[in-house]
């Protein structure tokens, strides 16, 4: 079975320079949302783009087909541009970019009912307020019309079933539906809805949870969306042995992972594709995005941003870490260091107001305050290797490419331009100079 996504609108009512399927819900794009859900139901899957078409290409997996409507003349039109989709001898789920919560199982039980020899199923809902959905008006049972636009207050009264916006259509019957839909209405636009009317054989699904039927038309709608699966995703973590001590201040996507008996304090962000384990302090006041975090790590009032954290690791208060950046079994990085695409080994501390960057730091190293490798030099990113139980003195400024060997030692404030070779000790700084009675004399003179 293949299915159709219609995405070519612009969104008006969104009020913004990009297509409508490109804002985000929980961190992902609405259309990440619904090609994921649909392709676990179908086979092939088309995306008609229209607004935008460049910009939603990049989003999209490269097994998916699209199809351009240049013109955005209406939901029937839209599918129309995918005609050379529809194959008339088999059925086509067809549905919008702007409904994201639409679960696996309802589309399932629509492709199931729509095998009674049906041209078209339908999913409705019935909502206590159907406004900014298509209506669905019936006379003797039947589906007569399915109303859109503006509602009169007698029918927001009476009409509460409401066409969700999914359809499975038998393909020929859709074929040859789509060239009799007139543009006879308010918006002088070709409606998939008035597809309906010509059916003879109709089916109806109704949708069990409304909320996976909602369509995002409105940023307010959207952010309705964010925020019930916010407390949906705290919820379900709750239940599976994750404490979150304050739901209110807490954000966390829904595609994130915890493990069982970790802490989450308030005011604590955790985006995209992050993995945390078990037993983990994170918070308060932290935005973890896109990392891998292990067993026993405590995060305070830090920033990680694609990193590997692994078990026993202690980070901040207020460190930065930053894509690339792995941090190895029982590593410790404190406060005001910054770390990029860097190794640091097992053991090894940075503890204090240091940037460490594409550093290859061993096991059980010392890193001083205010170390600084100067990754740098104007043109490119030079690697600072520093190897195992290696000793670097506070205030020292490591000249990149350069090796530390293991063992070594450098002093305080030292500037390191050249290799230093396995347990020497290094001294890059100018020698103490002491002028005894210096002041003495001075006063004399004066
Ligand atoms: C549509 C339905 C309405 C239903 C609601 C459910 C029609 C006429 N109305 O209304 O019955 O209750 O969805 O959410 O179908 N699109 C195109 N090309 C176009 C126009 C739209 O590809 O020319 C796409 C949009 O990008 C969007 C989808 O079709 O993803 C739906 O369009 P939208 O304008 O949101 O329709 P609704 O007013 O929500
Ligand atoms: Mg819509």
Redo the contacts with the bound molecule.
């Keep these: 079975m293949k299915a159709l996504i219609?995405?070519?609108?612009k969104?008006t009512r969104m009020k913004s320079k990009y297509p409508?399927?490109l804002h985000t819900l929980s961190g992902k794009p609405m259309i990440k949302w619904i090609i994921e859900t649909v392709s676990s139901v179908v086979q092939e899957v088309g995306v008609?783009l229209?607004f935008g078409s460049d910009l939603v290409r990049k989003h999209l997996p490269d097994w998916v087909r699209v199809f351009v409507?240049e013109e955005?003349?209406?939901?029937a039109?839209?599918v129309m541009c995918a005609r050379s989709f529809i194959d008339p001898g088999e059925d086509i789920l067809v549905l919008?970019?702007?409904?994201p919560l639409i679960k696996s199982n309802t589309l399932k039980r629509m492709i199931e009912e729509h095998r009674n020899g049906a041209e078209v199923t339908l999913l409705t809902a019935k909502l206590d307020d159907p406004t900014?959905?298509?209506r669905i008006v019936r006379r003797d049972g039947r589906i007569e019309v399915?109303e859109?636009g503006e509602l009169s207050s007698e029918e927001r009264l009476a009409l509460k079933e409401?066409?969700?916006?999914f359809y499975v259509f038998s393909g020929a019957f859709l074929l040859d539906a789509l060239p009799r839909v007139g543009r006879n209405n308010s918006k002088n636009?070709y409606?998939?809805?008035d597809v309906v009317k010509l059916a003879q054989r109709v089916r109806i699904v109704e949708v069990s949870d409304p909320i996976e039927i909602v369509?995002v038309?409105t940023r307010k709608t959207l952010i309705s969306l964010e925020e019930f699966l916010r407390r949906k995703k705290i919820e379900e973590l709750l239940e599976n042995g994750v404490t979150v001590i304050d739901p209110n201040t807490t954000y966390i996507h829904y595609s994130v992972e915890v493990g069982i008996d970790t802490v989450i304090h308030p005011m604590t962000f955790i985006e995209g594709e992050t993995r945390i384990g078990e037993d983990c302090e994170i918070g308060p006041m932290t935005r973890i995005v896109n990392c891998v975090i292990g067993n026993g790590v405590k995060v305070e009032r830090s920033e990680c941003y694609g990193a590997v954290i692994e078990d026993n690791v202690i980070v901040g208060p207020f460190a930065r870490l930053r894509e690339g950046t792995v941090l190895k079994r029982n590593s410790r990085i404190g406060n005001f260091v910054e770390v990029k695409k860097s190794i640091i080994g097992e053991e090894t501390k940075a503890l204090h107001l240091s940037y460490i960057g594409d550093a290859f730091v061993g096991r059980n190293v010392n890193i001083g305050a205010g170390t600084i490798t100067c990754n740098y030099d104007g043109k490119k990113k030079n690697p600072t290797f520093i190897e195992d139980n290696a000793f670097i003195g506070s205030n020292t400024s490591l000249v990149a490419p350069v090796r530390i060997g293991e063992g070594a030692f450098v002093g305080a404030s030292s500037v390191i331009t050249d290799d230093v070779p396995p347990y020497s000790l290094a001294l890059g700084r100018a020698r103490q100079v002491v002028k005894e009675n210096w002041v003495l004399k001075r006063r004399g003179e004066e």
Excluded: R
């Design positions: 219609l995405a070519a609108g969104g409508k399927v008609v229209g409507q955005q003349l209406g939901t039109h839209a919008y970019g702007d409904t900014g959905y298509g399915i859109e409401v066409n969700a916006g636009e409606y998939l809805t369509g038309n």
